[in-house]
């Protein structure tokens, strides 16, 4: 499985940003999850969203509370993508970004917990001042 992202910019407080990560490989299982992680500097890799697809569910989706109502995580499964839309963006959203992949089903409570998920990209950096 290949992830890569794209779609990272410097932006101004305010802003907003679409990243897109599109998947190659085996992916889109019946059952799976996607997270959309950030990592700042010199701070620890943090779920910021997360889409879980799958066991006849609608797709069901998770935020961090620190991007609850400016964050919007989706996918198009036709193109093995999933985007993260940021509104508003604040200084405190700039960070490298990445987008996971899990073939599987993750429990709701870790679905944010970087160890659930196998599969990485590269990163797109998005700076916000």
């Known amino acids: 499985v290949q992830l890569v992202e794209s779609g990272g910019d410097s932006v101004q407080a305010g802003g907003s940003l679409r990243l897109s990560c599109a998947a190659s490989?085996?992916?889109?299982?019946?059952?799976?999850?996607m997270g959309w992680f950030r990592q700042a500097p010199g701070k620890e890799r943090e779920g910021v969203a997360a889409i879980h697809t799958g066991g006849g569910d609608t797709e069901r989706t998770f935020y961090a509370d620190s991007v609850k109502g400016r964050f919007t995580i989706s996918q198009d499964n036709a193109k093995n993508t999933v985007y993260l839309q940021m509104e508003n963006l604040k200084p405190e959203d700039t960070a490298m970004y990445y987008c996971?992949?899990?073939?599987?089903?993750?429990?709701?409570?870790?679905?944010?917990?970087?160890?659930?998920?196998?599969?990485w990209g590269q990163g797109t950096q998005v700076t916000v001042s």
């Open positions: 490989g085996d992916t889109w299982l019946v059952s799976n999850c």
């Open positions: 996971a992949y899990a073939p599987r089903i993750i429990l709701d409570a870790q679905i944010l917990r970087t160890d659930r998920y196998f599969y």
